[in-house]
T-cell receptor, first 113, second 110 residues
Framework: KAGVTQTPRYLIKTRGQQVTLSCSPI?????VSWYQQTPGQGLQFLFE???????NKGNFPGRFSGRQFSNSRSEMNVSTLELGDSALYLC????????????FGSGTRLTVV | GQQVMQIPQYQHVQEGEDFTTYCNSS?????IQWYKQRPGGHPVFLIQ?????EVKKQKRLTFQFGEAKKNSSLHITATQTTDVGTYFC??????????FGAGTTVTVRA
């Protein structure tokens, strides 16, 4: 069966712009989590969605937001991009809400210039 | 700050040797998970430990959860070049939030 699909794979944006990343979870998975991965900070939790509701949120500024649709697909938006937002953004899905082991997508590599 | 600490940060191993990476939390964990990320890849779920003192094996990999559910270890025997990558532990601080360790990056000398 298809894995977690993230689009686009690579993105280059300019400071001040906004960006939207997309994640399609494994079929039947209703939980979608987003992580930011950088060499200096490792894997940092952004938020988790389940049944179209944000269930958990990490310590990121309000510029980072997300949503989940009725088909469990999720989008993440970052507004007013900063250079420090350059990172690999990973989406992970799970059948249920909670910490039961996640399947990660290949990620979106965002570069802010 | 990071609530789950992982050591060592880097592990350089001779092919055929064993090594262990450790994960420690300041708080009791409801479970701990281990992931492997190959260079240029994404994290791949390896295993989840839930019970105090639990030990699980996957071929040459042995995972252990401490009695107090505050620490865990991953031991790899007879390291192979296919073991190259970064191994992350992720501690469940409650039922809904994971805290990832910084990872142990493993390189193998043939």
């Amino acid at each position: 069966k298809a894995g977690v699909t993230q689009t686009p794979r690579y993105l280059i944006k300019t400071r001040g712009q906004q960006v939207t990343l997309s994640c399609s979870p494994i079929s039947g998975h209703r939980s979608v989590s987003w992580y930011q991965q950088t060499p200096g900070q490792g894997l940092q939790f952004l938020f988790e969605y389940f049944s179209e509701t944000q269930r958990n949120k990490g310590n990121f500024p309000g510029r980072f937001s997300g949503r989940q649709f009725s088909n469990s697909r999720s989008e993440m938006n970052v507004s007013t991009l900063e250079l420090g937002d350059s990172a690999l953004y990973l989406c992970a899905s799970s059948p249920v809400l909670g910490t039961h082991g996640y399947t990660f997508g290949s990620g979106t590599r965002l570069t802010v210039v | 700050g990071q609530q789950v600490m992982q050591i060592p940060q880097y592990q350089h191993v001779q092919e055929g040797e064993d090594f262990t990476t450790y994960c420690n939390s300041s708080t009791t964990l409801s479970n701990i998970q281990w992931y492997k990320q190959r260079p240029g890849g994404h994290p791949v779920f390896l295993i989840q430990l839930v019970k105090s003192g639990e030990v699980k094996k996957q071929k040459r990999l042995t995972f252990q959860f401490g009695e107090a559910k505050k620490n865990s270890s991953l031991h790899i025997t007879a390291t192979q070049t296919t073991d190259v990558g970064t191994y992350f532990c992720a501690g469940a601080l409650n039922d809904y939030k994971l805290s990832f360790g910084a990872g142990t990056t493993v390189t193998v000398r043939a």
